[in-house]
């Protein structure tokens, strides 16, 4: 019994946490533990029982009924599991040591899932495309609404009722819609604070579409923008772009970062980009890979994952520029369509 | 360093997850780390650190930078932490292997954490009993819209949108309506069933005020019951008063279920009753104690919990009749105040 290639024989996976289990069963459900090994089996308690058989009929995943923690230990001795892999990094201490109890060794499989979970399939990529698709005609068709006066929050519901009407089904967090300084604070808290002319309009947001996520960020100017932010915004958009043309397959997360930072650093803003350049975005808006300074992982075909490049100017502005991208036949290929060019609005 | 009577000296509680840091911080923020010994060190990144300091202005509680793991390190070292409390049922695997490279040991807060909790402060009670009081009147101020023809997540809408205008932050969960047969299922997802001639009408809500739940089950019949429903409302709902009015300090949480049980069963609705009598409610709508048949735990005064019997009949009806109460002066105070007498409409 092998769940994947180089586990041991008579291993098996338990998936306890519900975006796992939903990636590996195609089942959302809200209760569960799924393995995966020869067979798939999905345990549920009676609240879920009925409910999962029929969404699993077809599918090849079988439904079991959970009673009490006993229907796993019987499941793992009748199978002869001898090695359990679990997520280290979603599983509780707590089950571990019930886990324990049940006489097997006990494995990380949280590497094999990030590395699994960070090539998609072709259907996972067009659910993220419809995604990426929506959160951007959303922001353009929310560009009319930027007014003297109106309040973050209420330029936030403008947006998240266009992302609802084109077919999102859900924000994939909370929407950032930051004015003037607020958007020199990478996860400004969407307020009260009302437009004022001259000022940066930072709009940070992504839609849900099957239960795929995009992350889009755009920062447009309100009013006349003074040369500073026409310099940092150029520059932040340089970083973007170098950083979408050079990454490969092959290329490590380190190193991606380094491109649009290396970049920034020439431009003189080496202390203003804060956080780093990306992250992987699937069934969750931050997953594997990170495209941080401190990960050496390398990139992939069918990776997905943001480039997001900022500046931020405490008490005066910030500018941050995200895609969303698919590394495809070795290169990257963009699921926005936009030029990205600065947008003065009035 | 003591944070609690019988903690060894030298000892810290580290509390991670956002519901406990809010507890034991008054403040509720995304991400930190909240040390709690001879004084609360609340840590959190560069991104939250600003409003954190904001936040915690007064209150005794001091805001510190994270910007890694070295600074936990760092904060034990100097202060002399030798034994570190986390909580088992939320902290995970990994987190448990990071905070063993500390060279402290470590212990289960849980626990703790889960009898402290339990007994509510005065305005926590103040709170949980605005919460109540939103839900009951929205319950009440809905009933005129159960009309034939109307779907469940119309009701739904209806019902949340009064919570809201009746001043609820939130719903502390995902709205039950469940029509008909829907209603023997105690988990039914709310969904587009047509509510028809003699049915039930079940409804299962609870509303969020200043963060505190509250959690209201009641069940209603649209028509003209028939025999069968009118008994087993009465016995569902003499199981409840029976309950809340023997139910006293110092009851165990088997004994508590025991109470309600026994009558059901008695009714010949033993095998109906196939959930547990009650949960404790807080900051969450499901947290310590837990008013089930294997449950040992003795109830305290300023315990604040569920009393939520009931039968179901599968292709059928269900009826469940739930109060929030709170264990004051040694017996029972309902939160609700309404009769819970059957709803006839039509």
Same mark, same amino acid.
């Given at each position: 019994?092998?769940?994947?290639?180089?586990?041991?024989?008579?291993?098996?996976?338990?998936?306890?946490?519900?975006?796992?289990?939903?990636?590996?069963?195609?089942?959302?459900?809200?209760?569960?533990?799924?393995?995966?090994?020869?067979?798939?089996?999905?345990?549920?308690?009676?609240?879920?029982?009925?409910?999962?058989?029929?969404?699993?009929?077809?599918?090849?995943?079988?439904?079991?009924?959970?009673?009490?923690?006993?229907?796993?230990?019987?499941?793992?001795?009748?199978?002869?599991?001898?090695?359990?892999?679990?997520?280290?990094?979603?599983?509780?201490?707590?089950?571990?040591?019930?886990?324990?109890?049940?006489?097997?060794?006990?494995?990380?499989?949280?590497?094999?899932?990030?590395?699994?979970?960070?090539?998609?399939?072709?259907?996972?990529?067009?659910?993220?495309?419809?995604?990426?698709?929506?959160?951007?005609?959303?922001?353009?068709?929310?560009?009319?609404?930027?007014?003297?006066?109106?309040?973050?929050?209420?330029?936030?519901?403008? %947006?998240?009722?266009?992302?609802?009407?084109?077919?999102?089904?859900?924000?994939?967090?909370?929407?950032?819609?930051?004015?003037?300084?607020?958007?020199?604070?990478?996860?400004?808290?969407?307020?009260?604070?009302?437009?004022?002319?001259?000022?940066?309009?930072?709009?940070?947001?992504?839609?849900?579409?099957?239960?795929?996520?995009?992350?889009?960020?755009?920062?447009?100017? %309100?009013?006349?923008?003074?040369?500073?932010?026409?310099?940092?915004?150029?520059?932040?958009?340089?970083?973007?772009?170098?950083?979408?043309?050079?990454?490969?397959?092959?290329?490590?997360?380190?190193?991606?970062?380094?491109?649009?930072?290396?970049?920034?650093?020439?431009?003189?803003?080496?202390?203003?980009?804060?956080?780093?350049?990306?992250?992987?975005?699937?069934?969750?808006?931050?997953?594997?890979?990170?495209?941080?300074?401190?990960?050496?992982?390398?990139?992939?075909?069918?990776?997905?994952?943001?480039?997001?490049?900022?500046?931020?100017?405490?008490?005066?502005?910030?500018?941050?520029?995200?895609?969303?991208?698919?590394?495809?036949?070795?290169?990257?290929?963009?699921?926005?369509?936009?030029?990205?060019?600065?947008?003065?609005?009035?």
């Amino acid at each position: 019994m092998r769940f994947m290639k180089g586990s041991c024989s008579s291993s098996a996976l338990l998936v306890t946490d519900r975006v796992n289990r939903r990636y590996f069963s195609g089942v959302d459900i809200g209760e569960g533990f799924l393995f995966v090994a020869d067979e798939k089996v999905y345990f549920t308690d009676g609240r879920y029982f009925l409910a999962l058989k029929d969404k699993l009929a077809g599918s090849g995943v079988k439904a079991a009924l959970y009673r009490s923690e006993e229907d796993l230990k019987e499941y793992i001795d009748r199978t002869g599991i001898k090695t359990l892999y679990v997520d280290y990094s979603t599983v509780t201490v707590e089950e571990y040591k019930k886990y324990k109890t049940f006489g097997v060794k006990i494995k990380n499989a949280r590497p094999y899932i990030d590395r699994k979970r960070s090539v998609k399939s072709k259907e996972e990529i067009g659910f993220i495309k419809r995604s990426c698709e929506i959160v951007l005609k959303a922001y353009y068709d929310t560009l009319p609404e930027i007014k003297e006066g109106v309040t973050e929050r209420e330029l936030k519901n403008v %947006f998240e009722k266009k992302c609802a009407d084109l077919g999102a089904e859900a924000m994939a967090f909370d929407t950032i819609v930051a004015f003037g300084e607020n958007s020199a604070v990478p996860h400004h808290e969407t307020g009260d604070t009302k437009l004022k002319n001259n000022s940066a309009v930072l709009i940070d947001a992504g839609t849900l579409y099957k239960g795929y996520a995009s992350d889009l960020t755009r920062t447009a100017f %309100f009013g006349e923008p003074d040369e500073k932010f026409l310099k940092v915004y150029d520059a932040v958009l340089k970083a973007n772009i170098l950083a979408e043309e050079n990454i490969r397959a092959g290329t490590t997360c380190k190193v991606a970062d380094g491109i649009a930072r290396a970049h920034l650093e020439k431009a003189g803003y080496k202390d203003n980009f804060t956080h780093s350049l990306g992250h992987g975005v699937g069934l969750e808006i931050h997953e594997f890979p990170y495209l941080s300074p401190r990960r050496e992982d390398k990139l992939k075909n069918g990776n997905v994952f943001t480039v997001e490049p900022g500046a931020y100017f405490g008490e005066e502005f910030g500018v941050r520029i995200e895609d969303t991208v698919l590394l495809k036949g070795g290169k990257v290929e963009r699921l926005f369509d936009d030029d990205k060019k600065p947008i003065i609005i009035k």
